[in-house]
């Protein structure tokens, strides 16, 4: 009888799963450092990944100009290059803030505004935008306030990356991280308990469930579930921006918003892009760019990010 060969194929599973750790370890090792350190990295390696990522700096780019069409080509290239830094930047900072002690997280993350919009009881959701800093904006918010949180989240493909994103999201505060492929019912059974929703709506979903509102006057497919949360869960709607910041980072918590929710869920819609430009336009480099923000298109429009 012929003994079976073993495949010496590498088991794809097990190389993801040995790289993930190594980044893991890499991003711990960023936690001892300092910021300045830190920074220098993300510098670098921004620049780096600006030249190399040719896919994402012309999504990039395609988003910027049609968002800020009255900008030169050279200012455009200017912003987009500083926002690939920034991003990288961010994302190593994940290191400290996940990594090092509540001590040093507290030195260098500055919660200031209406922080008695936060402070009262009642179910609130937290518009938080897709900012670089989202993550900084909530470790500040669990370090800051006794009340529970719960945060969607979207299960990372690597084990070892999901392990140490999750563990991070949990680190500080009283926080329940819901699968983004749980019902609705969760969240709105979460806010009618008293419970924090950070929320981050500002995604193009796709079709499914999405209305086309003006976001910087392009059509945007986008999810009403800000609106349709308030409603059903009996919440008010905070604002909070996450601001990149040479001492590490300054979240703003701004006061509740009035008659909102109004019943009209693509007004609603539009009120939040609204709101959201308002955002942005005070750091427009930190808000997250390399996504396919005009993805979905109207019936009979062509796809805008054609190269």
């Known amino acids: 009888?012929?003994?079976?060969?073993?495949?010496?194929?590498?088991?794809?599973?097990?190389?993801?799963?040995?790289?993930?750790?190594?980044?893991?370890?890499?991003?711990?090792?960023?936690?001892?450092?300092?910021?300045?350190?830190?920074?220098?990295?993300?510098?670098?390696?921004?620049?780096?990944?600006?030249?190399?990522?040719?896919?994402?700096?012309?999504?990039?780019?395609?988003?910027?100009?049609?968002c800020f069409p009255a900008q030169s080509e050279a200012e455009r290239n200017r912003a987009v290059r500083q926002h690939f830094v920034v991003f990288t930047?961010?994302?190593?900072?994940?290191?400290?803030?996940?990594?090092?002690?509540?001590?040093?997280?507290?030195?260098?993350?500055?919660?200031?505004?209406?922080?008695?919009?936060?402070?009262d009881d009642g179910a609130v959701a937290i518009f938080a935008p897709h900012f670089v800093g989202l993550?900084?904006?909530?470790?500040?918010?669990?370090?800051?306030?006794?009340?529970?949180?719960?945060?969607?989240?979207?299960?990372?493909?690597?084990?070892?990356?999901?392990q140490w994103v999750r563990a991070g999201r949990l680190k500080f505060g009283s926080v329940r991280l819901v699968e983004k492929h749980e019902s609705l019912r969760t969240l709105i059974q979460a806010l009618r308990s008293g419970e924090a929703l950070y929320l981050l709506p500002d995604m193009d979903l796709g079709p499914t469930d999405s209305v086309f509102v003006p976001f910087f006057g392009v059509p945007a497919a986008t999810v009403p579930t800000l609106p349709r949360l308030a409603q059903l869960g009996r919440a008010r709607v905070v604002s909070v921006i996450s601001r990149l910041t040479p001492e590490g980072y300054e979240v703003t918590v701004l006061p509740a918003w009035r008659d909102y929710p109004t019943?009209?869920?693509?007004?609603?819609?539009?009120?939040?892009?609204?709101?959201?430009?308002?955002?942005?336009?005070?750091?427009?480099?930190?808000?997250?760019?390399?996504?396919k923000r005009f993805k979905t298109r109207p019936p009979g429009e062509k796809p805008l990010y054609a190269r």
Do not use: C
């Not at 994302?91 to 505004?113: F, M, N, P, Q």
């Open 263 to 291: 019943g009209d869920a693509q007004a609603d819609t539009a009120t939040m892009n609204q709101r959201l430009e308002e955002m942005i336009a005070t750091m427009p480099e930190q808000y997250y760019w390399v996504h």
């Open 89 to 119: 930047q961010s994302w190593l900072d994940r290191g400290w803030i996940w990594g090092a002690s509540e001590a040093t997280v507290r030195s260098r993350i500055k919660l200031v505004g209406d922080l008695d919009a936060l402070s």
């Open 135 to 162: 993550d900084a904006g909530g470790a500040a918010l669990s370090l800051a306030f006794s009340r529970n949180f719960i945060s969607l989240y979207a299960r990372q493909r690597n084990v070892a990356i999901d």
């Open 1 to 66: 009888m012929s003994t079976p060969q073993q495949s010496t194929q590498p088991n794809p599973r097990l190389h993801t799963n040995w790289s993930g750790r190594t980044a893991v370890r890499f991003m711990n090792a960023l936690a001892w450092l300092p910021l300045s350190w830190v920074r220098g990295l993300g510098w670098a390696v921004g620049h780096l990944l600006h030249t190399l990522a040719g896919k994402r700096r012309h999504i990039a780019r395609t988003n910027w100009a049609l």
